[in-house]
């Protein structure tokens, strides 16, 4: 296909994205083509109770220091809990958990009863989800600013673990899925 067809069907695919919605919508169908891992972020409140959410606005920043960043809604019951502690935990999670993913994407208050979890060592890092994650990131919060309905938070690695063989769960177009590149 020649450049400029390829750009006009882009266009117009975009064109047709627009007529049925808002800007929001169009927002969420765009980002939606972006295939993310999953991780559950996770802090202690002021009275040392476990808070978490599902979290797919993740990413690495810099090598040195070693910082990553998440994006956190700013009607996250979990905010406070991350301002307080001056820090969080990253948990990657894995293929064969995405009832966590659902279960950390709700408002319960009851969450942390419901799956296994252990303190870090880092004092600001938040519950680590091991029998749920493929990796975990400890960090503690190097820089914290807002931006439009959501807070950045970036973290400086303190922290952490992978294990090798457990694959990470994906979400794409609004459903969770499994790479399949186990075994
Ligand atoms: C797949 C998926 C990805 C999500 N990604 C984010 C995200 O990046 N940032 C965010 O603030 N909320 C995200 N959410 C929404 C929160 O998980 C949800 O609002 C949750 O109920 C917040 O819990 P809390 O109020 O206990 O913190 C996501 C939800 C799902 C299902």
């Not at 009607?75 to 993913?101: K, R």
């Not at 960090?139 to 294990?163: L, P, S, Y």
Request: aromatic content about 6%.
């Amino acid at each position: 296909m020649a450049e400029d067809e390829l750009e006009m069907s882009v266009d117009s695919e975009l064109a047709a994205l627009q007529l049925p919605g808002t800007r929001t919508n169009l927002y969420r169908e765009l980002l939606s083509s972006f295939p993310a891992g999953v991780t559950v972020v996770t802090a202690f409140d002021a009275e040392q109770r476990p808070r978490g959410l599902t979290l797919i606005a993740f990413c690495g920043v810099s090598l040195e220091p070693p910082l990553v960043l998440v994006c956190v809604d700013r009607a996250s019951n979990t905010l406070p809990a991350i301002q307080h502690s001056g820090g969080f935990t990253v948990n990657v999670i894995g293929s064969h958990s995405p009832q966590v993913a659902r279960l950390m994407a709700t408002k319960a208050g009851d969450k942390f009863e419901r799956i296994p979890w252990r303190r870090p060592e880092l004092p600001e890092g938040g519950p680590i989800l091991h029998a749920d994650s493929a990796a975990h990131i400890v960090c503690k919060t190097w820089q914290a600013r807002e931006a439009g309905d959501h807070w950045i938070f970036i973290g400086e690695v303190m922290e952490g673990a992978a294990a090798e063989n457990q694959q990470p769960l994906v979400f794409h177009r609004r459903a969770f899925v499994d790479l399949g590149l186990s075994g």
